[in-house]
């Protein structure tokens, strides 16, 4: 059987070892290499090995890379399904081989003796020759090898060639739900190897709570010494534990010894954090407190490079997540470039190593064949665990280690397990699919529903030794698109059972690949077999872009939260370890919006899990409605963030809005030239709309139900999809019938029955239009009629205005967009945006944009003319250059060209987004049913501004 095919681990590589760079000469081999991509291993050169190969034909590619994000090949998305037959260990004969060759020479202080050759990452298999010689095949491709080069080197001329195979047996335990892409993708790097020099080491550093010691015991070879200088450690021999006081580690206060590991021959800088995992009572605990994991799952990814992200790259996914008060990484699915892991250690992270294993394909076949349970991938399931360990042993951060994800259960896991238990009993166990929990540490679970999770919290599981476990979300709340929601009330259930210790969200970023001018997903590419855009998941764009998804996450998670009623503010910490001390609370009272005063708030330091109730500022009494906004920021600047950056908040309302003014006499209706008139606006005497206000030519506002459906609307996991039952019930054509337009009297009364056609169901929309000086006030009733069988999208006004009211400002929620069942980030203020500006770029377009809790809008044209709508007392609105049915058939972003017109949407309720996309639906309170509604809102024409 060829390498390729051979289900065992690759070969000639050195024992795995952990991760570290010394004072021992280095060189990088990153660059610029040969490359030629061969669509079948029986189609690749000969000979590529030899040293006078002639690649001058060849093409250049940089290493690190993914060779089909460089023009060669094409990538290809699949989620559960394998994109070739499931034939084990059997792959395509078309299986793309990329040679990939460089010549380098020795920097000339480069020292004679062993050297190690380092690969930190080749997707999915590699053939290595140096100077002509076979070093050996790497599997596993987000693991590194390393392979003894010594005695091969030249001083010049040096000749590397990897031939890297797309597929190969490994790809039945590579089925993670992402791009299929290939190549070194990770460093690759020449280590000197002293003699008499550090092989490896582990340095284990508790920390005693009862007593504020720490121990340091270092396993690695005979006669190394340790230094921490700042704790007054010298020349320790390495071998001998060391006890002394010292300050934890913990993804809240990471603290970092700096140190040396030493022999005559090489110095190794090492960075220790103290501290202990247990698993206690139930409750998995750090330093004897248990955590709140208020986490996600990140893969590496790169819009432009893929899997091969920069060390930028990952510097801006921890400092994005830390000021989003995430605390906690999964390494979804398969350990990271090692530098992320160095970075969770230095800015605060707990982390999830995960283990670079997914056999989720054999899922659909029901499990027959999977892999976890055939004797013959034993030693290949084993040598990733060991590969993970030991390259990650060294990672305060890392508190758990997983055995992968969706490869279902078998004694092969149960064998990995068992090994990390014997190799490293300092950090529990974990893995999803052991649904028994018979081989794990902790009970994980993912998606589970609100219900469940309470269930869990409650105990009420009768499989005891998973009832008595600490209980996660590994995965939930499913970041496709507009969503998730609910994330509230899974805060609250982690809040209210000790056992419930939170969860990641999945996932951190949408994998959109960049192509012309939008991001890519399945199918983009021309697959055959694909799963299009469920690779577009995450709570930042392809770009990096916050999602109103993170912002509300951000939100939900604060560590510090601020309640206020009349009796004073209640400031609560939520931090797992630190006080307050280093928050500084500043208070504003806004009048409509506008700061009135602000100050800062003398708040003493709060413990962890404690609450402290301080007294109101002494607040003026304002004429409009007024609100109190407090947050909670960092006083000083932290590694992650500035200081001032806020990491909590809390709003009270202090003033009601004033009640309204008498009302001036109602103005009359008018016939005249074939049209109605009433204030300012003109209506059609057949149809009773409003064409005209203010001059502006209108359309609508009529009553409207549908909005363009969100990825959870379409969601197949919480049974029978909302889009579809909508669709079916045609809520997207709905027809207007005219019963009666009454102009008679002082008001347009204008009677309708709105409903799909071929339904008996419909709404009856009666629309009651009065002038009021240079105000028109439009009441709206809506009655159902019928037995309607599903919920409503929305409810409320379609209209259209001129495209020159391009602007907008509004007073009530916002800055960002809001749903019932997504809208704790967003608070009461004054705002302003271009339209444009309000659009959230959904990779795939959907629903998006709405401002909540409306008390008025304005859009304006550059004049200053436009339109002023106030709602009685509220309404929520989006507003956009093309219609609903425009972005529900949008498929990317750039589907999107502005119209002539902007399209809003002023709605008296939405149907919340849930996370059916991969997990429950709408929970029941964010339903929208049909019922009797009255919905006011008040229409002004705004004159231009004076000059
Ligand atoms: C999970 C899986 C993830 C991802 C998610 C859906 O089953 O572990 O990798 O596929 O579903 O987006």
Redesign the pocket.
């Known amino acids: 059987m060829s390498y390729v095919e051979d289900p065992a681990p690759g070969h000639g590589s050195l024992p795995p070892r952990a991760a570290f760079v010394s004072d021992a000469p280095a060189l990088s081999l990153n660059g610029t290499w040969r490359f030629r991509l061969s669509p079948a291993v029986a189609a690749a050169p000969a000979g590529v090995e030899r040293d006078d190969f002639d690649d001058s034909a060849w093409d250049e590619l940089p290493v690190p890379s993914m060779w089909q994000l460089h023009g060669h090949g094409r990538p290809a998305y699949t989620?559960?399904q394998y994109p070739f037959p499931v034939d084990p260990p059997h792959v395509p004969s078309g299986n793309p081989t990329g040679d990939h060759r460089l010549r380098f020479d020795l920097p000339a202080d480069w020292p004679a003796g062993p050297a190690v050759l380092r690969f930190d990452g080749i997707d999915s298999c590699g053939r290595i020759w140096l100077n002509g010689t076979e070093l050996g095949v790497t599997k596993g491709s987000r693991l590194p090898s390393e392979f003894e080069v010594g005695p091969l080197l030249r001083p010049h001329g040096n000749v590397l060639v990897v031939r890297v195979h797309q597929w190969s047996a490994a790809s039945y335990l590579e089925d993670?739900?992402?791009w299929w892409l290939s190549g070194i993708f990770r460093s690759v790097t020449l280590l000197a190897r002293p003699d008499g020099g550090i092989g490896d080491y582990w340095v284990r550093a508790d920390y005693d709570h009862t007593t504020g010691q720490g121990t340091v015991r270092v396993e690695t070879g005979p006669d190394v010494v340790l230094d921490l200088p700042e704790l007054g450690v010298t020349a320790h021999p390495a071998g001998v534990p060391l006890t002394l006081p010292v300050e934890p580690w913990s993804a809240e206060s990471p603290r970092l010894y700096e140190g040396t590991l030493s022999t005559a021959a090489e110095r190794v800088p090492v960075r220790i954090g103290f501290r202990t995992v247990s698993i206690e009572d139930g409750q998995l605990k750090v330093n004897g407190r248990p955590l709140l994991l208020r986490g996600v799952?990140r893969h590496e990814h790169d819009p432009h490079t893929g899997r091969a992200v920069s060390r930028e790259t990952m510097l801006a996914d921890v400092l994005l997540m830390k000021r989003h008060n995430v605390n906690a990484v999964r390494t979804?699915?398969y350990p990271p470039d090692p530098a992320f892991l160095e970075l969770c250690d230095e800015y605060g992270l707990w982390v999830i190593d995960e283990c670079d294993l997914?056999t989720?394909g054999f899922g659909p076949l029901e499990w027959a064949g999977n892999p976890s349970s055939e004797p013959m991938w034993l030693e290949a399931y084993l040598d990733r665990i060991r590969r993970t360990v030991e390259r990650d042993k060294n990672r305060p951060s890392v508190i758990l280690w997983s055995l992968g994800?969706?490869s279902h259960t078998g004694e092969n896991l149960a064998r990995m397990a068992e090994w990390v238990r014997h190799r490293d009993p300092t950090r529990p166990v974990h893995y999803?699919g052991d649904h028994e929990c018979s081989y794990v540490d902790i009970h994980s679970r993912?998606?589970a529903t609100h219900e469940d999770v309470e269930r869990i919290g409650r105990r009420e599981d009768d499989n005891s030794r998973r009832r008595d476990l600490p209980f996660i979300q590994?995965?939930y709340g499913?970041a496709?698109g507009n969503g998730p929601g609910g994330l509230l009330e899974y805060r609250e259930l982690f809040e209210r059972y000790p056992n419930c210790q939170g969860g990641f969200i999945?996932?951190w970023i949408d994998h959109g690949l960049a192509d012309g001018g939008h991001f890519a997903y399945g199918g983009d590419f021309g697959e055959t077999i694909h799963d299009g855009n469920?690779?577009i998941?995450g709570l930042v764009f392809p770009d990096r872009t916050p999602s109103p998804g993170l912002v509300e996450y951000a939100k939900i998670i604060e560590p510090v939260r601020i309640a206020a009623d009349a009796s004073g503010i209640r400031v609560s910490n939520h931090y797992d370890f630190v006080d307050t001390a280093h928050l500084k609370f500043g208070w504003v009272l806004e009048e409509e919006g506008i700061a009135v005063v602000q100050g800062v708030l003398d708040v003493p330091a709060v413990q962890s899990g404690q609450s402290t109730v301080v007294p109101l500022p002494s607040l003026p009494s304002t004429a409009g409605e007024s609100w109190l906004t407090v947050s909670a920021s960092l006083a000083s600047a932290t590694p992650w963030a500035p200081a001032g950056h806020v990491v909590g908040w809390g709003q009270l309302p202090v003033s009601a809005a004033p009640e309204a003014a008498p009302l001036p006499p109602r103005g009359p209706v008018f016939r005249t030239g074939g049209k109605l008139l009433l204030g300012a606006g003109e209506f059609d005497p057949l149809t009773g709309t409003l064409t005209t206000l203010g001059g502006h030519p209108v359309e609508g506002p009529r009553l409207d139900v549908w909005r363009a459906t969100t990825d959870n609307d379409r969601g197949e996991f919480a049974g029978r999809p909302e889009a579809d039952q909508w669709r079916e019930a045609g809520l997207h054509r709905l027809q207007h019938r005219v019963i009666t337009v009454d102009a008679d009297g002082e008001e347009l009364v204008v009677r309708t029955r709105v409903a799909p056609p071929a339904q008996p169901f419909g709404l009856f929309a009666d629309y009651t239009w009065t002038a009021f000086a240079d105000r028109l006030r439009l009441r709206l009733e809506v009655t159902p009629d019928g037995s309607w069988p599903c919920t409503l999208p929305r409810l409320g006004l379609t209209m259209a205005v001129p495209g020159t009211l391009g602007s907008a400002e509004w007073f009530g929620g916002g800055p960002g967009e809001a749903y019932p069942d997504s809208r704790q980030s967003v608070r009461i203020g004054r705002f302003s945006s271009s339209v444009d500006a309000l659009q959230t770029p959904y990779v795939f377009p959907q629903e998006n944009g709405n401002r909540t809790a409306v008390r008025w809008a304005r859009l304006t044209a550059p004049d200053g003319t436009g339109l002023h709508i106030a709602g009685e007392p509220q309404f929520d609105f989006t507003a956009r250059r093309w219609t609903a049915a425009d972005l529900e058939a949008a498929r990317h972003t750039d589907d999107l060209v502005p119209g002539e017109l902007v399209h809003l949407t002023l709605d008296v309720a939405h149907h919340g987004l849930g996370s059916a996309?991969?997990g429950p639906g709408v929970l029941p309170q964010y339903r929208l049913l049909p019922q009797k509604t009255a919905f006011t809102l008040w229409f002004r024409p705004l004159p231009a501004d004076a000059d």
């Open positions: 989620n559960v993670q739900d992402m799952n979804s699915h997914e989720h994800n969706e999803e993912m998606y590994c995965e499913h496709m999945w996932e469920f690779v998941d996309s991969c």
